[in-house]
């Protein structure tokens, strides 16, 4: 069955401290997609990034960048010179042919993220 | 643009009653899911539809049921509500999904079950 966890629970930095929030994630399927959501206080779900199992290239878009690696099953989400509107809960998702025919994800348990000024 | 509206954003029911909660979206998806969010647990699915009229059960369905008549809409209900129901609930919609197509999120209703 298809798991995805987030060790780190909470996370507290300074603003400009880089941030790396991790992902790990257990299927046995060789096609399946990785997700990352941005929940602020405001409580909706913002949709980030997605990437698909046969691209390990690394994403970046502005502060944030993404590190995709095969090997350690991970999928790992960095926030550089982090600022205080990037304080929230941080989930990881996977999507595989597991999932069902909806492909619904399967969340981790998210990691809160708070940067202090 | 709207997106996935969700009504009503707040409520609180007292236990045994029931109550529907709604999902609109004018995006012309085709998948809708149902998802409640738990402190420590991320968000789990309760059930989903891959089309009108067609709905199926999720990881979580016990206690809910739904319906799906009309493409726009999913109705999400509690037939007789328990404390352990108490939770965020989130509506999702995508295209149809071979697991690339990302799921967007409405604000989420809190449903309290005293």
């Known amino acids: 069955a298809q798991k995805v966890t987030q060790a780190q629970t909470e996370i507290s930095v300074v603003e400009k401290e880089d941030v790396t929030l991790d992902c790990v994630y257990e299927?046995?399927?060789?096609?399946?997609?990785l997700f990352w959501y941005k929940q602020p206080p405001s409580g909706e779900l913002v949709f980030l990034i997605r990437?698909?199992?046969?691209?390990?290239q690394n994403e970046i878009s502005g502060r944030y960048s993404w590190n995709f690696q095969k090997s350690t099953s991970s999928f790992n989400f960095t926030i550089t010179a982090s600022q205080v509107v990037d304080s929230a809960v941080y989930f990881c998702?996977?999507?595989?042919?597991?999932?069902?025919?909806?492909?619904?994800?399967?969340f981790g348990s998210g990691t809160q993220l708070t940067v202090l000024p | 643009n709207a997106g996935v509206t969700q009504t009503p954003k707040f409520r609180v029911l007292k236990t045994g009653q029931s109550m529907t909660l709604l999902c609109a979206q004018d995006?012309?998806?085709?998948?809708m899911y149902w998802y409640r969010q738990d402190p420590g647990m991320g968000l789990r699915l309760i059930h989903y539809?891959?089309?009108?009229?067609?709905?199926a059960k999720g990881e979580v369905p016990d206690g809910y049921n739904v319906s799906r008549l009309k493409k726009q809409n999913f109705l999400l209900g509690l037939e007789s509500a328990a404390p352990s129901q108490t939770s965020v609930y989130f509506c999702?919609?995508?295209?149809?999904?071979?697991?690339?197509?990302?799921?967007?999120f409405g604000d989420g209703t809190r449903l309290s079950i005293l």
């Open positions: 999702a919609s995508s295209y149809p999904n071979t697991g690339f197509q990302p799921q967007h």
């Open positions: 990437r698909n199992s046969f691209d390990e």
């Open positions: 998702a996977l999507s595989d042919p597991s999932s069902g025919s909806a492909r619904q994800l399967t």
């Open positions: 539809s891959v089309g009108e009229g067609t709905t």
């Open positions: 995006m012309n998806h085709e998948y």
């Open positions: 299927t046995r399927d060789t096609t399946y997609y």
